[in-house]
């Protein structure tokens, strides 16, 4: 019995050793799987720090974005209004100048009338110049006869009271 003892002592011994063995094989696997999870833990822990600096810096960009956008959408509404503006002024002044076409078309025609009114104005004018310088010539050729008769009227009669005068 004693001999059985020590061989179940030994067996015992041996397998707490298989057993320690066995156990630190598994501790060491585990602790060598946390170093590695550790590791991995480090890694996805600096891929987060780096993704929220990157979300940081898209942020930061989207707000840029999002201010320039709203600074470009202003300054298409004023472009846009300006067009519009533009575009009501050269349709008044389009307006506007055909209004002045037609008034020229109007005035020119007014004159070109007036113009014909003035021509036959002074055909007219000269025509009766023309017979006043007629009329003007036969009055003073009238004149002149009747001057001639009066001092041939005059004439006889001094010679016929001469001759009755004794």
Same mark, same amino acid.
């Given at each position: ?33 946390? !170093?590695?999870?550790?590791k991995t833990r480090q890694a996805q822990q600096q891929k987060i720090s780096e993704q929220e600096e990157t979300v940081r810096g898209v942020s930061a960009d989207l707000a840029d974005f999002k201010q320039r956008f709203k600074a470009e959408h202003q300054d298409l509404e004023d472009t846009?209004? *300006? ?20 008034? !020229? ?13 003035? *021509? ?47």
């Amino acid at each position: 019995m004693n001999r059985a003892l020590q061989y179940f002592n030994l067996f015992g011994m041996l397998a707490l050793a298989a057993l320690c063995v066995v156990q630190w094989q598994h501790d060491r696997r585990l602790n060598l799987q946390t !170093i590695q999870l550790e590791k991995t833990r480090q890694a996805q822990q600096q891929k987060i720090s780096e993704q929220e600096e990157t979300v940081r810096g898209v942020s930061a960009d989207l707000a840029d974005f999002k201010q320039r956008f709203k600074a470009e959408h202003q300054d298409l509404e004023d472009t846009k209004r *300006k067009l519009r503006e533009g575009e009501n002024t050269v349709a008044s002044l389009t307006a506007e100048r055909n209004q002045l076409n037609e008034s !020229i078309t109007n005035w020119t025609a007014a004159v070109a009338q007036r113009d014909a009114l003035m *021509k036959e104005a002074n055909r007219r004018i000269e025509g009766l110049s023309t017979q006043l310088n007629a009329s003007i010539e036969k009055y003073n050729e009238l004149a002149t006869n009747y001057d001639n008769v009066v001092k041939d009227l005059n004439q006889a009669r001094s010679k016929s009271t001469a001759a009755n005068s004794p």
